[in-house]
């Protein structure tokens, strides 16, 4: 017997952006690798998280916004 049961798409439907959207307005550190670059080849944000997206967060640091695309970040730590 065949099963339309899909895992991915029930129960189990759970990303990353989905567990930062529940930490907005905490302090973050967001580790993030640019390859291309020279001058920013290994950075660090601090902030509060601000916004999260499938493929982007904002940080929120004073008085600067930083948009980060997910295909930079290394690892992101709760503060």
Same mark, same amino acid.
């Given at each position: ?9 029930? =129960? ?5 952006? !989905? *567990?930062?959207?529940? &930490? ?5 550190? $967001? ?16 902030? =509060? ?5 499938? !493929? *982007?967060?904002?940080? &929120? ?5 930083? $948009? ?12």
């Amino acid at each position: 017997m065949y099963n339309n049961y899909n895992p991915i798409n029930n =129960y189990y439907h759970n990303y990353v952006d !989905d *567990y930062l959207k529940e &930490n907005i307005g905490k302090r973050i550190e $967001v580790h993030v690798s640019f390859s291309d670059s020279i001058e920013w080849r290994d950075s660090l944000f601090k902030g =509060y998280l601000d916004s999260v997206g499938k !493929d *982007y967060i904002v940080i &929120n640091d004073n008085d600067k916004k930083y $948009v980060i695309w997910a295909i930079y970040i290394d690892y992101v730590v709760l503060l």
